[in-house]
């Protein structure tokens, strides 16, 4: 107790001294006493306070210019045994600190010596004994349970800042810490033992010296990379069935793979370590999964190298992709769930026979030995389903989700080019895909789970096989409007969306049919939930009518830009047309999401040029000229703006503002006197708008120069604004 007391007083008082007179104190007598281990383990904050204040000394001294940079650095370097040993051996030491000395002393090497590179050495030592997890939990990480998850967590901030020092290392000296982690890796590859802790934290230090290493180096195998990543890749530790080390093993190689790029005589040896009891048939299951992600990247990365391969590494694969969608994969599912659900395979396989490398016929005959088993699958589940019926939690649902997600994921390996240009025949197979999954939409349309998957399928079947679709359109698009709620309306319209971008106008027969039921579905679920507020309202209810009112906006936005505007005006549309502009016009002038309100005004723009003819000629739609000169021009584009709520100094609300003044040039250019007239003789001078005012917006307004008339058209407001000074309401 004296001691640490005594200790406390020692570092205080220094702390507070000139670098000088520091130096008169930390004798270098003093230092002898460190090496009785006892009183190093009981004064570690000494210790290190000692070697803080040397290094103190130091860099005031160089700056300085002085004597004392010499004296020291030797004080330091003298204290360096002593405070690795502390580090090493004693818990009750701040790692804050500890890091902060260490870091300091980093920095000041520039060139390292003979001596500092042994201290280097030490000081790695140091850092991989304290990213080191205790193996008192080391049952607690298998398959983590509370108390791992906890250790892991902790673990990973506690090792922040080490890997921080770290880095600064490998910068200072590279070749150091190479030799440091070829030996760490070598000793625990020749370890009998099942030293778990050793090998994890040497493969985290390798793994973070790929941080560091240059796109050129990482290539060529820079410095001792060469000998390390070969090394690596032929290599099992007799600890590599836990999950720990498995985990990091594959990341580690998996940073690593741009060398093996470079250096294909390397490529068996990562195949073997993906597709072996070291990667996806690791008996650890967190294990698999988390290699058919990293296989994954993998074929992405190697993808052409790979095809030599390719027949082995679809037999290695096809167990594993047998077993996602087996019931008892599906039971562990249960238990580890997440991203990683090891549709990564399938993936995998699909980026790697997509290649054009590999022959059509073969091919043809590796996506036939996929997709034949999962039919058969689909067509029993069917049968069975028909026969018992099928509640949404169910283990067939959960089948058909998995062989949904399984088909999506394999077409991720092929492009429409591919599928529709170079290679009609694979796309003919995938068409088959949709013939399939649209038999389970029209036989449970009510199960949401399997409705979202099926529209996700049907996003990427758009992208990949184009035109191919449109015959499916029809029934799919009215299988997804039944029964709609708000969550799944928006994924309709994020479906319907994309396929306006897509084909356009040859979209115009789907979309006349579907639009009734599409306008009726959105008014019946907005007007029946007015978006409640208050105590007892539902926060993500609310987020979700928003998000359906949002998207419907942005949909009737995409139809007109892609010239369907047309299919507002059929018979069966029209009767929703009044309500249509009458929302749109509420929005453009109200809407507390100024983006929303610049998606309406853009609507009006665009059906005024669609709908009416330039001055005096017959328009498409009576009485819709009507609505745009004596409503959308006055509640619009003049009292909305006069609003004090409108703010000029906010980006979003100026974009706006230039959408509503390009839409008066519209009007002008199509409506022509009829507008002018009405806004000069009416609308303006209900805000009391001086006369001489009102004609040089007409003046401006008739002129070319667009910028000139949106600076006016915003002081003409601004002066309106200060001379009402908020005693009118005009909306």
Same mark, same amino acid.
């Given at each position: ?468 679709? /449109? ?17 799944? /309306? ?242």
């Amino acid at each position: 107790m004296l001691r640490s007391a005594s200790a406390s007083c020692v570092l205080a008082m220094i702390k507070r001294m000139e670098a000088q007179l520091k130096l008169n104190l930390l004798d270098p007598s003093v230092e002898p006493h460190f090496v009785r281990l006892e009183l190093v383990t009981k004064l570690p904050a000494l210790i290190i306070g000692y070697a803080s204040e040397a290094l103190d000394c130091y860099k005031r001294s160089s700056l300085q210019n002085s004597d004392g940079s010499a004296l020291s650095m030797e004080l330091l370097e003298e204290s360096l045994p002593s405070v690795f040993y502390v580090m090493q051996n004693c818990e009750e030491l701040d790692s804050g600190n500890m890091v902060q000395f260490l870091s300091d002393y980093i920095t000041t090497i520039k060139m390292p010596s003979q001596k500092q590179a042994v201290y280097i050495g030490q000081i790695l030592e140091v850092i991989q004994v304290q990213i080191s997890y205790d193996p008192a939990y080391r049952s607690n990480l298998v398959v983590p349970d509370k108390i791992g998850k906890e250790k892991e967590d902790q673990m990973a901030e506690h090792r922040k800042d080490y890997f921080t020092l770290f880095r600064s290392m490998c910068r200072v000296a590279p070749d150091v810490t190479q030799l440091f982690i070829r030996n760490s890796i070598a000793n625990a590859l020749s370890s009998s033992e099942m030293n778990v802790e050793e090998a994890e934290a040497a493969l985290a230090l390798f793994y973070r010296l790929g941080e560091t290493v240059s796109e050129e180096g990482m290539r060529s195998g820079s410095g001792l990379l060469c000998e390390i990543v070969p090394m690596l890749l032929s290599a099992k530790f007799s600890c590599h069935s836990h999950r720990l080390v498995a985990l990091a093993y594959l990341e580690t190689i998996t940073r690593y793979l741009k060398y093996v790029q470079e250096n294909g005589q390397y490529i068996p040896n990562v195949l073997a370590a993906f597709l072996d009891d070291r990667g996806v048939h690791h008996t650890n299951l967190n294990v698999s999964r988390r290699a058919c992600y990293l296989f994954m990247r993998a074929v992405k990365l190697l993808k052409s190298q790979l095809v030599p391969y390719s027949d082995s590494i679809f037999q290695s694969l096809l167990d594993m992709l047998a077993q996602y969608t087996s019931s008892d994969w599906m039971l562990k599912d249960q238990k580890c769930s997440g991203f990683e659900d090891g549709s990564h395979a399938f993936e995998a396989i699909g980026l790697l026979i997509g290649v054009e490398e590999i022959p059509l016929e073969k091919q043809l005959e590796y996506l036939a030995a996929l997709l034949k088993p999962l039919y058969q699958q689909i067509e029993v589940l069917l049968l069975n389903a028909k026969a018992q019926g099928l509640e949404e939690s169910s283990t067939k649902v959960l089948s058909l989700e998995r062989i949904i997600v399984a088909l999506n994921a394999l077409s991720k390996g092929f492009s429409e080019r591919t599928l529709t240009a170079s290679r009609p025949a694979i796309g003919l197979m995938f068409k088959q895909t949709l013939d399939v999954l649209l038999q389970i939409l029209a036989t449970f349309p009510n199960i949401k789970t399997l409705r979202t998957k099926v529209t996700s399928y049907l996003h990427r079947m758009v992208e990949i096989l184009g035109i191919i679709v /449109m015959p499916y359109l029809p029934m799919a698009l009215n299988q997804m409007l039944l029964d709609c709620e708000p969550r799944e /309306m928006v994924d309709f319209f994020v479906l319907v969306n994309q396929l306006v971008c897509k084909f356009g106008t040859s979209l115009k027969s789907i979309l006349e049919e579907i639009f009734p039921t599409i306008a009726s579905r959105v008014f019946m679920i907005l007007s029946r939930n007015a978006f409640p507020s208050g105590p007892g309202s539902n926060n993500e209810e609310v987020r979700e009518l928003q998000e359906l009112q949002r998207i419907s906006y942005s949909f009737i936005h995409i139809m007109v830009t892609h010239d369907l505007s047309s299919v507002f005006l059929t018979p069966n549309s029209q009767g929703y047309l009044d309500a249509i502009m009458q929302l749109l016009l509420i929005t453009s002038c109200n809407h507390k999401d100024v983006l929303v309100r610049k998606t309406c005004v853009q609507v009006f723009v665009k059906l005024i040029k669609d709908w009416c003819s330039k001055q005096n000629g017959e328009d498409k739609v009576p009485g819709f000229r009507t609505f745009i000169i004596e409503k959308f021009a006055s509640s619009c584009c003049f009292y909305s703006v006069l609003d004090k709520s409108f703010e000029f100094r906010d980006a979003n609300t100026l974009v706006l503002f230039g959408e509503i003044v390009l839409a008066q040039k519209v009007m002008y250019e199509r409506l022509g006197d009829e507008f002018m007239l009405h806004f000069v003789s009416k609308v303006l001078p209900s805000a009391h708008c001086p006369r001489d005012l009102a004609e040089q917006y007409y003046q401006c307004l008739q002129g070319n120069d667009n910028k000139a008339f949106k600076a006016f058209y915003q002081s003409l407001v601004v002066n309106l604004r200060q001379q009402q000074n908020g005693s009118l309401v005009f909306r």
